[in-house]
């Protein structure tokens, strides 16, 4: 089992930037096929971001050109730098496999406020 821990949130105001980290532990993990979740208050758990099989990165419309995932094997680490973040960014992320094979983790808060 692999066990992921979620950690860079906090307050930011509009405009701002966050470096977001997941932290792998456990069994074999690999960062391809990995990805970016968010979940408002009072909303579904919506997909991010997300590494190909082939190292290629895939965006939501909503952060495209705002928000890069990266990834390190040897330090079992997924990153998601935010930048221009906008309210509308506000909500818990996490990270996962994009099949969500991995139990959750506690996700880290992002919020946009000034």
């Known amino acids: 089992q692999v066990q992921l821990v979620e950690s860079g949130g906090g307050l930011v105001q509009p405009g701002g930037s966050l470096r977001l980290s997941c932290a792998a532990s456990?069994?074999?993990?690999?960062?391809?096929?990995m990805a970016w979740y968010r979940q408002a208050p009072g909303k579904q758990r919506d997909l991010v971001a997300f590494?190909?099989?082939?190292?290629?990165?895939v965006y939501v419309d909503s952060v495209k050109g705002r928000f890069t995932i990266s990834g390190d094997n040897a330090k079992r680490t997924v990153y998601l730098q935010m930048t221009s973040l906008k309210p509308e960014d506000t909500a818990v992320y996490y990270c996962?496999?994009?099949?969500?094979?991995?139990?959750w983790g506690q996700g880290t808060q992002v919020t946009v406020s000034s």
């Open positions: 590494i190909t099989s082939g190292g290629s990165t």
């Open positions: 456990g069994s074999i993990f690999s960062i391809y096929g």
């Open positions: 996962n496999s994009l099949n969500q094979r991995h139990t």
